[in-house]
């Protein structure tokens, strides 16, 4: 893509130095099972509010055998999560949120731009464009393979859930 401004260059991208394994996200975020949608984090920026992450579409995926039989393409509601969980990740490590977690409060100008099936490597940015402690979190999200082929993009706002009142465990 010649004009896409890119929230990172795909190709500056070091794949080899791993910020957060799945194990650091877990400590993070409170997704499990299923729903883990990252396999690591490789780059997080306080100080742009950037941040990176990935995930290898195995053939073991939830999703494989019914979306679509025979045809396997990652639905584009489990594209959605996977960027805010990565969101999530950078706005729990610095406490952007001033929250214990973050949950979806909307989804702005999403576009779904190719297909992502078993095998392929995911690479999820985004860029917090403002945040509110205690109120809400709105950043900018971009999906794409390493040749830069841009997958999905959009806009995604956190919110504060009321943790204490879920009666999380």
């Not at 799945?22 to 780059?43: C, F, G, K, S, W």
């Not at 509601?77 to 952007?96: F, G, K, N, R, T």
Request: aromatic share 8%; proline share 5%; glycine share 8%.
């Amino acid at each position: 893509m010649a004009n896409h401004e890119w929230i990172v260059d795909p190709e500056s991208l070091d794949f080899d130095n791993v910020v957060a394994d799945i194990d650091a996200i877990r400590a993070v975020i409170p997704q499990r099972h299923d729903m883990e949608a990252l396999t690591a984090i490789i780059l997080d920026d306080v100080e742009q509010h950037v941040c990176v992450g990935y995930r290898d579409i195995t053939e073991d995926e939830f999703w494989v055998s019914g979306h679509m039989p025979g045809m396997p393409l990652m639905p584009g509601v489990i594209m959605c999560e996977a960027a805010a969980q990565v969101l999530s990740y950078h706005v729990q490590s610095h406490d952007l949120a001033g929250a214990k977690v973050v949950g979806f409060g909307g989804l702005d100008k999403v576009k779904f731009r190719g297909v992502v099936k078993p095998g392929d490597r995911l690479i999820i940015a985004t860029k917090v464009l403002k945040h509110r402690p205690g109120r809400l979190v709105v950043c900018r999200f971009e999906e794409y393979f390493a040749d830069k082929t841009l997958i999905c993009e959009g806009e995604i706002t956190g919110i504060p859930l009321p943790f204490d009142a879920l009666g999380a465990r």
